[in-house]
């Protein structure tokens, strides 16, 4: 803990099913905690506090009022009884959901799963990416998140001198958030030169067909890229592709010190939560390569979560185009302006995002009196 937070960390269990899961609510100065809910065989405590802590910063940098939170369920999201666990862990969590916390959508979690959710507490009100049949606005399916990467890399590009007409990119993570993205790109004139997921890499200097591709993977999922008749390549071999600009879409922790110093993009937007390690940023900013930030260039995906959150009780649907429209508005002019930050205070564009959200939380927290007297404290937040 810190003087951030979290506020809460929730850790429940079921004997019967095997569930285990946790929640954690990391700060609500500027409203209740809202973060996606992830299923994944291998997830840890640390692993959830560190994605509600990105949350605190996503919602503070797109000036939505929402706090940081995530929860998460460790388990195999493939399991034959994925709906016990599911049920399980909503009972468990029935005293947060939804006064302190709202389901949601994250690795490992569909639409069907949230809709899970909803039927076990008997209430709209405690998932978002409902399916349309329930009201919902399946942003994961409209590819909301995805799109706001391409849009940032657009605007990225033309702030430093580029076009992103012929620009070759490569996709690191060609799943909810990648597949979307090159779609998007692909129709904004980028040559996508790569793309990797679970199965291997797939390369071609001259472009990659996104359509074929997307048709394959819905027909095949992650096996689809076998079918597109090139030698699939190891999956971290995306990384170190010749390329002008990389999209991490995939999981944390990927570009290490050594990777940053390696790859051959000049501009690096991070799809994927937290991608990138803090040693690796600083290497990539002393070699000039711009970095858009997780929480700057993914808030797609929240913005459309706020307006699910808003219309869960409501007999209407969301207007789609409104969100997409909204997702530009905030996501575009934000990426200039933390590159614009970083260049002027020599610092990394990590660095400048974080300053942004910071403040904003830090004056809701003093607004609040939750700053309190406590001087170390008070300096801590300012860091």
């Avoid at 990777?259 to 290497?283: C, D, Y």
């Avoid at 590159?339 to 939380?361: F, I, P």
């Amino acid at each position: 803990m810190d003087a951030w937070g979290p506020e809460r960390v929730v850790c429940v269990s079921d004997r019967r099913t095997g569930m285990r899961g946790v929640l954690v609510l990391d700060n609500t100065a500027r409203g209740m905690g809202k973060g996606g809910t992830r299923m994944s065989a291998n997830l840890t405590v640390r692993e959830v506090a560190r994605l509600a802590r990105t949350m605190t910063w996503k919602w503070a940098a797109v000036d939505l009022f929402h706090g940081g939170a995530k929860a998460g369920i460790l388990g195999d999201p493939n399991a034959p009884n994925k709906e016990e666990i599911l049920r399980a862990f909503a009972r468990a969590l029935a005293d947060q959901v939804p006064e302190h916390y709202v389901f949601g959508l994250d690795m490992g979690m569909a639409e069907s799963d949230a809709a899970i959710f909803v039927d076990e507490l008997r209430s709209r009100g405690v998932s978002t990416g409902l399916p349309r049949c329930l009201g919902g606005t399946p942003y994961d399916q409209l590819g909301v998140t995805g799109f706001g990467v391409a849009e940032v890399v657009d605007a990225a590009t033309a702030h430093l001198g580029g076009e992103l007409k012929g620009s070759r990119v490569v996709i690191q993570g060609f799943g909810a958030v990648g597949a979307h993205a090159a779609r998007r790109l692909a129709e904004l004139g980028a040559t996508i030169v790569g793309v990797s997921n679970t199965e291997g890499t797939l390369s071609d200097p001259e472009g990659l067909d996104v359509e074929s591709l997307l048709v394959l993977r819905a027909q095949a999922g992650d096996s689809g890229i076998r079918e597109y008749g090139l030698e699939v390549r190891p999956v971290d071999d995306a990384l170190l592709l010749d390329c002008d600009i990389l999209v991490p879409a995939a999981r944390q922790d990927v570009i290490d010190p050594d990777i940053a110093g390696r790859l051959s993009a000049r501009l690096v937007v991070e799809g994927a939560n937290l991608p990138t390690s803090t040693e690796a940023r600083k290497v990539l900013h002393a070699r000039g390569v711009a970095v858009v930030p997780d929480f700057i260039a993914n808030a797609g995906g929240i913005i459309a979560a706020a307006y699910s959150m808003d219309a869960r009780n409501s007999a209407f649907t969301v207007d789609e185009t409104r969100i997409f429209e909204m997702v530009s508005e905030k996501l575009r002019p934000n990426a200039v302006a933390v590159l614009e930050d970083s260049v002027r205070r020599q610092r990394t564009t990590y660095d400048s995002a974080l300053a942004m959200a910071q403040e904003r939380v830090r004056e809701a927290m003093r607004m609040r009196g939750q700053l309190g007297q406590d001087v170390a404290a008070a300096r801590r937040l300012t860091a």
